[in-house]
Structures are given as C-alpha cells and as structure tokens.
C-alpha cells in the first residue's frame, strides 16, 4: 500500500521569507498524482498546488511551489514571501493513477507565520 | 456556484444514539469520500463510493454506515457501535475519469457524543 510521510509536525517562518515543507511517499507505481493542501483554522480543505507524476516540469501556483523528485520520491512544497494568511496545516497527498478513487494522505505540517 | 456542503456544521448527540451526517455535491462528481479527523491529525478513510449503489470500507470503517442512492447524496450515519465518535467529518468528492482529479472538500462536521 502507498504510504504518505510528512516528517514535519510543526515549522515557523518570518513574514515575508521562504519556507520548505516536505514529503515523501512510497509507490511502486509509475504513473500517480501528488497534491498538497492548506487546512486553515476554520478547517476547509483547499488545494494549494497539484502535480502529475509524469511530468518533469515542477509546478507552480504563485507563491507556491514543488521540488518533485521522482526517483527519490519526494515531493516538497515551497511557499515565498511567506504571508500571515498562509498559516495552516498542509497536508501532502497521493493518488494513484489505476484506482482513481482512493487517496493517501500525510499527517500533516502545521505551518506558522511570525510577524 | 458549484460545491459540496455539509450539514449541520456542529452535532451533539448523546451517547448510544445513531446520527446521520448529511454531504450534498453538486459538481456532478462519481466519487465521494468520508473521512474522520481528530485533533492534530490527518485524514483517515472511513467510506468511499466510486458509483451510485456501490461503496467501498476505508481503513476505520467499523461503527460506521454510507448509503449512496444518489450521484449527489452520501450520507453518513455514526452508529452507537463507534467506540469514539467525536471527531471533524469530512466529505469529498472527486471526478473519476478526465479533469484533474483532485478532491473537493465541503467545510466539515463536528460531532460531539457525551
């Protein structure tokens, strides 16, 4: 079964400046989807930025951004010019390519954000 | 506007009482998806249901039930055999073929049992 780590149970971060969050996931597929999503205090669930595995090409959101690693098997989330709104649980999820209808999810990254 | 809602947002039951979590999508999604959060912690799969009149058990399926009579409907009902249901619920729902494939959250439940 696909497992979903998130080594990170808490980071902070100044206003303004850059953080990291990462993930790892174990898969022996080659073809899969990676997403992380933001769950602020009021607890919506909203994705932040999604990737297909088979594409090299990192993707971007704005200030978000991923270091998709696939031979590795991470999946990192960069957030620049890090704003007081951004402060959340992140969650890093996975699914798979051949059953569409199941999703792995990490444990989360609760992320704060000092002024 | 498109989306899924979820009421009512707080429940409070008493104890040895079943109830019944209501989760409505109107994005024309085939699949839908319970999950149960506790404090601190990630998402755990409790149903899932890829197709009306089918679903699946997750990983903490037991003390709990689903229907799926229809495409926009997938309740969920805590059954007094859940050890310990206060929790946030939460709903999904996601396109099963095309699109992008990830899923769609609606703003949650929580469930007190005293």
């Known amino acids: 079964a696909q497992t979903v780590t998130q080594s990170q149970p808490e980071m902070s971060v100044q206003e303004a400046e850059t953080v990291t969050l990462s993930c790892t996931y174990d898969?022996?597929?080659?073809?899969?989807?990676l997403f992380w999503y933001k769950q602020p205090p009021s607890r919506q669930m909203i994705l932040v930025i999604r990737?297909?595995?088979?594409?090299?090409q990192n993707a971007t959101e704005n200030r978000f951004s991923v270091n998709f690693q696939k031979a590795a098997k991470s999946f990192s989330l960069k957030i620049s010019d890090s704003q007081l709104g951004d402060a959340a649980m992140y969650f890093c999820?996975?699914?798979?390519?051949?059953?569409?209808?199941?999703?792995?999810f990490g444990s989360g990254t609760k992320l704060n954000v000092k002024p | 506007d498109g989306g899924i809602t979820q009421s009512p947002k707080y429940l409070f039951r008493k104890e040895g009482q079943n109830v019944t979590l209501s989760c409505e999508q109107n994005?024309?999604?085939?699949?839908m998806y319970w999950y149960r959060q506790d404090p601190g912690q990630g998402l755990r799969l409790i149903y899932y249901?890829?197709?009306?009149?089918?679903?699946q058990k997750g990983d903490i399926a037991e003390g709990y039930s689903v229907s799926r009579e229809k495409k926009e409907s997938f309740p969920l009902t805590v059954t007094s055999a859940q050890k310990n249901p206060t929790a946030f619920y939460l709903c999904?729902?996601?396109?099963?073929?095309?699109?992008?494939?990830?899923?769609?959250f609606g703003p949650g439940t929580r469930l007190t049992v005293t």
């Open positions: 999904a729902s996601s396109i099963s073929s095309g699109g992008t494939y990830e899923q769609y």
């Open positions: 898969t022996s597929e080659s073809d899969y989807y």
């Open positions: 990737q297909e595995a088979y594409k090299q």
């Open positions: 999820a996975y699914r798979t390519r051949y059953n569409f209808n199941k999703f792995y």
């Open positions: 994005l024309n999604h085939d699949a």
């Open positions: 249901s890829q197709i009306v009149n089918d679903f």
